[in-house]
Structures are given as C-alpha cells and as structure tokens.
C-alpha cells in the first residue's frame, strides 16, 4: 500500500511517516517548503521521498496525486496557528489552506478512487457545556476562524468521497515544531511564577502514538468520523502543566520543581482574552474507536513520560 501524507513539516505528518517505515509502507511525503524541514535526526522521514506542494494549487495536486497514484491520502497539512488566523489580512489564506486545498485533495482522491485521512479538530464546535462531543454530532458552531474553516474541511470530504477517515483530535504535542509542552517548559525555565488557564478541559493527544492509528485505519475499510486523543481522561490545561513539571522532575530536572516555579490556575477570564475564542469544553467521545475494533491510543501521563524523555534526554 502506497500513502501520500501532507505536512511532512509538522508534527503529525512526520511521525505518520516514521510509523509507516517501521511497518515497511512506501510513503511519499510533501509539504510546501521546497525541501524536507523537520528535524534533522535519523529518523526514517528524513531519508523518504518528498515532493513539494503548495495544497492551494489545484493543478499542482491534480498533478502529483496523479503521478504519484497513492492508495491513501494521509492529509495532515494545515493553517494551524489559531490566533493568526484572526487576522483580516490572513482569513482568506487560512481559508484557502484548510478548506480550498483539502477540497482540492478530496476531488483528486476521488478521481484516483483511494481512500483519504483528513485530520480535524475539536474546534468544529462550540466548546459549551461538560458533555464530550460525540464523533457524528453535527451541532457545529465554530468559534473562531481556524474551526470554520476545519469544518469546511471536513464538509469537502465527506461530500467528496465514501473512502473517508474524519479524525478529529485535540491538543497535540509530537517532537517535531512547536507545542504546549515545548513552551511550557521554556517558560518554566526562565520564569518562578506562572499562570494557567483551567477552565477549558480537554485531553492532550502525542503524534507517536496518533501515528499507529491513522495507519491501522488506513488498512481497514471502516470509514466515517472518530475522535482520538490519549486516552486517561480529562483535564484542564492547568493539570497539564503540573504533570509536566512533575515528571520533568522525576526525570532529574529539578529546575522545575515547587522551589523554583510555582503554576497559579487562572480563569480564562483572568488569563485574558487571546484574539481567538477557545472552547471550554474539548472532550471528545472516544468509544466509537472501541467500537469499530481500533486500539485507542494510551494514557496521556504515559504518552507524556515517553515525549518527555525523548525531549529532556
């Protein structure tokens, strides 16, 4: 089986790619940098073929997706900082990006007949309330620019094509580019006090373990839409960071132990308000994997002490 899998750069992408060598799978990867930009270690992503692609070139995909003639589309490329997206001068690039160019990536799957992953988020709703989102509600209210446009994402492929996996996944961390963990860490280091949100609730999702599914959906037919975060339940972003220090100290760093840095929970009112809205309530219904005979991905601590010692070594 051949895959294709867009945003090689990031964080998911490149560890779909590592996860598809391990299983000794012919993957193409592609991002718009005209050369592979990841991190530059010995893992397998760094020694695959890569294509640069600009995915707002409709010509451009139709092109490569046909030379390429993939079995599966694993489309991990995205606009995903948040905030930005707010920005007048920049919606219609996030539209193009998110919306246009997974419609151009759907219509291309089509006319090839392969299957497709597309990878959304929990921010296609509207955050309210304390009851997880289950995968097939459609109570969609997106509450910023960066949902809209995932959600507009998710509408092409699944009026495109039957052959369709829609997961949606929240708070991902991975070793390749920038997330929560990273800053959290940087920030701890140089600061003694900090201040964390604890009113939006969720569960964080590591890219290593996220990887192992995407391709144990690519190898079955169960299509339709599903969740997928670690598993372990929820917890507030405030929670999260504590953990973070905890075991970062467990692992000797005892720069962020309670004597040198002390986490203040905060409402998100307190915090303030970041140019784009934030749902409170990210808790995603997994039990659709279980259902359909997936493997859910392990406890978030777990996911957490192995990334931590992967980026603490």
Same mark, same amino acid.
């Given at each position: 089986?051949?895959?294709?899998?867009?945003?090689?750069?990031?964080? @998911?992408?490149?560890?779909?790619?590592?996860?598809?060598?391990?299983?000794?799978?012919?993957? /193409?990867?592609?991002?718009?940098?005209?050369?592979?930009?990841? /991190?530059?270690?010995?893992?397998?992503?760094? *020694?695959?073929? =890569?294509?640069?692609?600009?995915?707002? !070139?409709?010509?451009?995909?139709?092109?490569?997706?046909?030379?390429?003639?993939?079995?599966?589309?694993?489309?991990?490329?995205? #606009?995903?900082?948040?905030?930005?997206?707010?920005?007048?001068?920049? +919606?219609?690039?996030?539209?193009?990006?998110?919306?246009?160019?997974?419609?151009?990536?759907?219509?291309?799957?089509?006319?090839?007949?392969?299957?497709?992953?597309?990878?959304?988020?929990?921010?296609?709703?509207?955050?309210?309330?304390?009851?997880? #989102?289950?995968? !097939?509600?459609?109570?969609? *209210?997106?509450?910023?620019?960066?949902? +809209?446009?995932?959600?507009?994402?998710?509408?092409?492929?699944?009026?495109? &094509?039957?052959?369709?996996?829609?997961?949606? /996944?929240?708070?991902?961390?991975? +070793?390749?580019?920038?997330?929560?963990?990273?800053?959290?860490?940087?920030?701890?280091?140089?600061?003694?006090?900090?201040?964390?949100?604890?009113?939006?609730?969720?569960?964080?999702?590591?890219?290593?373990?996220?990887?192992? &599914? @995407?391709?144990?959906?690519?190898?079955?037919?169960?299509?339709?839409? =599903?969740?997928?975060?670690?598993?372990?339940?929820?917890?507030?972003?405030?929670?999260?960071? *504590?953990?973070?220090? $905890?075991?970062?100290?467990?692992?000797?760093?005892?720069? =962020?132990?309670?004597?040198?840095?002390?986490?203040?929970?905060?409402?998100?009112?307190?915090?303030?308000?970041?140019?784009?809205?934030?749902?409170?309530?990210? $808790?995603?219904?997994?039990?659709?994997?279980?259902?359909?005979?997936?493997?859910?991905?392990?406890? #978030?601590?777990?996911?957490?002490? $192995? =990334? &931590? *010692?992967?980026?603490?070594?």
């Amino acid at each position: 089986m051949k895959f294709f899998v867009t945003g090689v750069n990031g964080q @998911l992408g490149h560890d779909v790619m590592n996860e598809l060598s391990s299983r000794s799978y012919e993957g /193409i990867g592609s991002d718009i940098a005209p050369k592979y930009s990841g /991190i530059q270690d010995d893992s397998p992503v760094t *020694k695959m073929p =890569y294509i640069s692609l600009d995915i707002t !070139d409709k010509e451009a995909v139709t092109r490569i997706l046909k030379e390429t003639a993939p079995d599966i589309v694993v489309h991990c490329a995205a #606009w995903t900082a948040v905030d930005l997206a707010e920005d007048a001068d920049k +919606q219609e690039t996030v539209r193009k990006i998110n919306a246009a160019g997974t419609q151009y990536i759907a219509s291309a799957c089509k006319e090839l007949d392969c299957k497709m992953i597309y990878l959304s988020t929990d921010y296609v709703f509207d955050g309210q309330g304390t009851t997880p #989102w289950k995968p !097939d509600c459609k109570d969609y *209210k997106p509450l910023n620019v960066y949902g +809209q446009t995932k959600l507009l994402g998710e509408q092409a492929v699944a009026n495109t &094509l039957e052959k369709y996996f829609i997961v949606r /996944i929240a708070w991902v961390f991975g +070793q390749n580019g920038k997330n929560f963990i990273k800053t959290m860490l940087t920030v701890g280091k140089n600061h003694d006090k900090l201040t964390v949100v604890n009113d939006q609730i969720g569960t964080p999702t590591y890219t290593f373990d996220l990887a192992r &599914l @995407l391709v144990d959906m690519a190898e079955s037919e169960k299509y339709g839409y =599903y969740h997928a975060t670690n598993e372990g339940g929820y917890i507030s972003w405030y929670d999260f960071t *504590k953990e973070i220090f $905890r075991q970062a100290v467990a692992l000797g760093h005892t720069e =962020y132990d309670e004597n040198h840095v002390t986490v203040f929970p905060v409402t998100t009112a307190e915090y303030g308000m970041s140019k784009a809205a934030r749902p409170f309530n990210s $808790r995603l219904d997994k039990s659709k994997l279980v259902e359909a005979g997936f493997t859910p991905l392990p406890d #978030w601590k777990d996911a957490l002490q $192995r =990334y &931590l *010692k992967e980026v603490l070594q």
